[in-house]
């Protein structure tokens, strides 16, 4: 299993700026990631929903937005 580091997530379009905003946002990908309705936005090299969702941070296909503190949102696409 490959090994991340928060750097990893800093050099393309979505820079990431503290290891739980990565967390929170790969955590809820990888549940919608894991119900059987939804795809991977890349092509997948592992079967774990996690991995997936860390692979599409990092490529920039999903980001996040920052709104109110209570309307915190992540963006697919």
């Known amino acids: 299993m490959k090994h991340y580091a928060l750097e990893d997530f800093n050099d393309g ?3 990431m700026d503290s ?3 990565l967390v929170n ?3 809820r990908r990888a549940n919608q990631i894991a119900k059987p309705e939804n795809r991977p936005l890349i092509a997948i090299k ?3 929903p996690i991995i997936i969702a860390l692979e599409e ?3 920039g ?3 996040y937005r920052i709104g109110d503190v209570e309307e915190d949102d992540y963006e697919i696409g």
């Open 61 to 63: 296909k999903v980001g």
């Open 57 to 59: 941070i990092r490529e």
């Open 13 to 15: 379009e979505v820079e």
């Open 25 to 27: 946002i790969a955590a």
């Open 46 to 48: 592992s079967h774990k």
């Open 19 to 21: 290891l739980y905003r």
